[in-house]
């Protein structure tokens, strides 16, 4: 097995909000940072309404729940790995009572097969303003 770390920035997805990585890989496993909704470029957030301050008026976690799985899907192609390669995904939601029946219908969609180990965990704030992170390991080649 290759021992080798090789850090990975995906040209397409997100800045990293941190000094961190999009990825690292170590031998043919693929480590992913926390991955957000955020469009590279730009500090605009799909389906994220901000008030003056900064704080949410209004999400739609569908749309943030396409735009980590698209934000991920960047990552893993510029990694030389794909979607059908993930194995386990932690996945951190701010309002598991409101969002996690919308997230499980399109996690069903986008892992219709073959779906990857899965944990869910609530928890009260994320370091910007979303309702969503994903932090997944896959293979490579």
């Known amino acids: 097995m290759d021992n080798q770390n090789i850090s990975i920035n995906a040209n ?12 690292k890989r170590v031998g043919n496993l693929l480590f992913l940072s926390g991955v957000g909704p955020r469009e590279r470029g730009t500090k605009k957030i799909p389906g994220v309404e901000l008030n ?27 990694s030389g790995s794909n979607w059908n390669n993930i194995v386990d ?19 069903a969609e986008y892992f219709a097969e073959n779906p990857p180990c899965r944990t869910t965990i609530e928890i009260n704030c994320l370091p910007t303003p979303i ?10 080649g």
Request: include cysteine.
């Open 89 to 107: 995904v932690t996945v951190f939601l701010t309002n598991m009572k409101d969002d996690f029946a919308i997230y499980n219908k399109l996690w």
């Open 131 to 140: 309702a969503i992170e994903l932090k997944v390991i896959a293979t490579i």
């Open 12 to 23: 397409q997805a997100p800045e990293p909000v941190g000094l961190y990585p999009h990825a």
């Open 52 to 78: 003056e301050h900064g704080e949410i008026v209004s999400y739609n976690i569908e749309a943030q729940c396409r735009s980590v799985f698209n934000n991920i899907k960047l990552i893993l192609e510029a």
